[in-house]
Each structure stands twice: as structure tokens, then as C-alpha cells.
């Protein structure tokens, strides 16, 4: 995904982020992401995992997130 997003929606999107990032060190992990989405289902997590995960740390960085977020558009 080589698209460039408008400075608003990546604003929004950093906003989301920063909403779900409890602790703000800039990285959602999937406790962070559980205590914003409690209804999470394991299923949709793993495939979060596996598809947004990018770099397979086991944590969200904000270029994921959006790279994810973006590709919902
Ligand atoms: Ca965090
Ligand atoms: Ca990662």
C-alpha cells in the first residue's frame, strides 16, 4: 500500500490509535486492544495478528494501524 492518506484521516486514525495505546507507548498491543474491544472474538484477533501484524512482533505500531485502518477505505 503505497497511498497516501489526507492529513485529516491520518490525524483521525492517530486519534484512534492514541485512544486504544492505554499505556502511550506507541504500540497497541492485543491486552490494549481486548480492554477497547472486549467482544473481540480470539478469531478476529488471531487474523489481526496475522494479517496487520507486519514486522510479527506481536504488537500494533501506529504505521500498522493505519496501513490496516487505510485498507478498510
Ligand atoms: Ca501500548
Ligand atoms: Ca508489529
Known amino acids: 500500500m503505497s497511498q ?3 492529513h485529516e484521516r491520518f ?3 492517530k ?3 492514541d485512544a486504544i ?7 497497541i498491543t492485543e491486552a490494549e486492544l481486548l ?8 478469531e478476529a484477533i488471531g487474523a489481526l495478528d496475522r ?7 506481536g504488537r500494533f505500531s501506529l504505521e ?3 496501513r490496516l485502518a ?4
Not at 495505546?21 to 504500540?27: E, K, R, S, T, W
Not at 480492554?35 to 473481540?40: D, R, V
Not at 496487520?52 to 512482533?57: E, I, K, Q, W
Open 35 to 42: 480492554s477497547h474491544f472486549p467482544g473481540l472474538p480470539p
Open 4 to 6: 497516501e492518506l489526507s
Open 64 to 66: 500498522e494501524f493505519i
Open 11 to 13: 490525524e483521525a486514525l
Open 15 to 17: 486519534r484512534d490509535f
Open 21 to 27: 495505546d492505554d499505556d502511550g507507548d506507541g504500540f
Open 51 to 57: 494479517d496487520a501484524d507486519v514486522d510479527a512482533d
Open 70 to 73: 487505510g485498507a478498510r477505505d
